[in-house]
């Protein structure tokens, strides 16, 4: 029997990618093992969003070289964002892949188990990919099952934002059928999934180029009406695209998680300006007033970018000042990385000494740390719904609709349980609690 390893690093979309490819090896006969050496096809989902990101996948080519070298048999396939355009080039540099393929085509990789002839368990390489993804996940070094499932809506991006090197990688917005998700995530309910998150890199695009423009609000309420799903999370959003109607449809569909990913990426506008995000800080301040007032209950996680060409000092502290007036839930705060061909890369120079990127880090950091601390205190002593998704060194964890952490014991299986949880314990990071009743 043949197994595979998929190694992951980067977004949501490249988990759910990653489910989709493990899904096709599963269909073809092939078995997951949890190790490169172990396996005998690896797939390298890769991510070259930041530096720091490249610098792992192009670490990790070189260790898969060393090993294919031992092992001549071993098949290499490399896809995600490090495939860009330029394959022949790839080729060249990195002659012991097999295979690259762009993000999220699925067709080169069909093409490819078309031309296997080595045989395994259940017959070759099956030519037809599972489009669906499974009630299983890779967590550390196991498979393991779980009630929530990621589900691409949208791929691609038409935003251009200055620093970004996503359009580039995996093009302009194409989205999916509306009857061809629901259809999807039916299925995925049949299989046991209670909680699905609708993935797109601006999630909020979704549908334009669809005849009839359905919008996001439309396949939500499409959703909702599924009766074994439990809760429905969407991401990433784009400020300059969430509408009103989609606020009133998360208001409204009482399936629709009180979260909301909602990228500011810094509060000064020249630098808003220069990253071409289309917004101003007072634009997004609006937006965010208008979501609370709608959904009171919401918890609000940004991204900021740090070390931007040109960002002074006060214009740093602007960016600190805004996450401390918006009182963010989750802050996901970056140094900026310039990354080849993005406009940023060819008309700005990355003039911020690191020394300096890695002190604004440590500042936001530092204050999202005392925020989330004392925004989740607040749930001391309160009883939260918690979808259950596993167990971690001996305690069940699961997430609120407001997307904490709740970590509690009980001798009962719970996976894929709605519980009633009493908060007992908390810190910015993590709840804990005891379970107080189950609801289904």
């Not at 395994?120 to 550390?140: D, K, M």
């Not at 989609?246 to 509060?267: D, F, R, T, Y």
Request: aromatic content about 8%.
């Amino acid at each position: 029997m043949l197994r595979y390893f998929v190694w992951t690093i980067g977004c949501q979309m490249n988990k759910a990618e990653s489910q989709r490819i493990a899904d096709y090896l599963d269909s073809a006969g092939y078995r997951p093992t949890n190790s490169f050496l172990n396996a005998d096809l690896v797939v390298l989902n890769t991510c070259v969003v930041r530096q720091s990101a490249e610098n792992k996948v192009l670490g990790t080519l070189g260790l898969l070289k060393g090993l294919k070298d031992k092992r001549p048999d071993l098949q290499l396939l490399v896809t995600g964002c490090f495939v860009n355009s330029h394959t022949e080039e790839l080729k060249r540099r990195f002659p012991h892949v097999d295979l690259l393929f762009k993000p999220g085509d699925y067709r080169q990789l069909i093409a490819w188990g078309e031309t296997q002839t080595a045989s395994v368990e259940q017959g070759s390489l099956s030519p037809r990919f599972t489009a669906l993804g499974t009630s299983a996940y890779w967590n550390g070094n196991r498979m393991s099952p779980s009630p929530c499932a990621l589900v691409p809506i949208i791929q691609g991006c038409d935003n251009f934002c200055s620093y970004c090197i996503v359009p580039y990688r995996r093009g302009k917005e194409v989205s999916r059928p509306l009857d061809e998700i629901a259809c999807e995530v039916k299925e995925l309910t049949r299989r046991g999934i209670r909680e699905v998150t609708l993935l797109g890199q601006n999630v909020d695009s979704y549908g334009h180029d669809l005849p009839g423009h359905p919008d996001l609000a439309d396949l939500l309420t499409e959703l909702s009406g599924i009766d074994d799903l439990a809760r429905i999370r969407f991401l990433t959003n784009h400020p300059k695209d969430v509408s009103l109607r989609l606020i009133n449809g998360v208001a409204s569909l009482g399936k629709v998680c009180e979260h909301l990913e909602l990228p500011v990426q810094a509060g000064d506008n020249d630098i808003l300006s220069a990253m071409r995000r289309g917004y101003t800080v007072e634009q997004y301040r609006e937006l965010v007033h208008i979501i609370r007032r709608q959904v009171p209950e919401i918890s609000l996680s940004t991204d900021m970018i740090v070390g931007f060409p040109g960002e002074t000092e006060e214009q740093f502290e602007r960016s600190l000042s805004l996450i401390g007036e918006m009182r963010f839930d989750v802050v996901h705060a970056a140094a900026y990385s310039p990354r080849p061909d993005t406009v940023a890369w060819r008309e700005y120079q990355d003039d911020i000494p690191s020394e300096v990127k890695k002190k604004r880090l440590n500042r936001i950091e530092e204050l999202q740390a005392d925020m989330a601390g004392e925004i989740n205190s607040r749930l001391q002593g309160k009883l939260v719904e918690v979808l259950v998704e596993g167990k971690k060194k001996g305690k069940w964890f699961g997430r609120t609709r407001s997307n904490k952490l709740v970590f509690f014991e009980d001798a009962s299986g719970w996976p894929g349980q709605l519980a009633m949880v009493r908060i007992e314990k908390t810190s910015p990071w993590s709840l804990g609690g005891e379970v107080k009743k189950i609801i289904k």
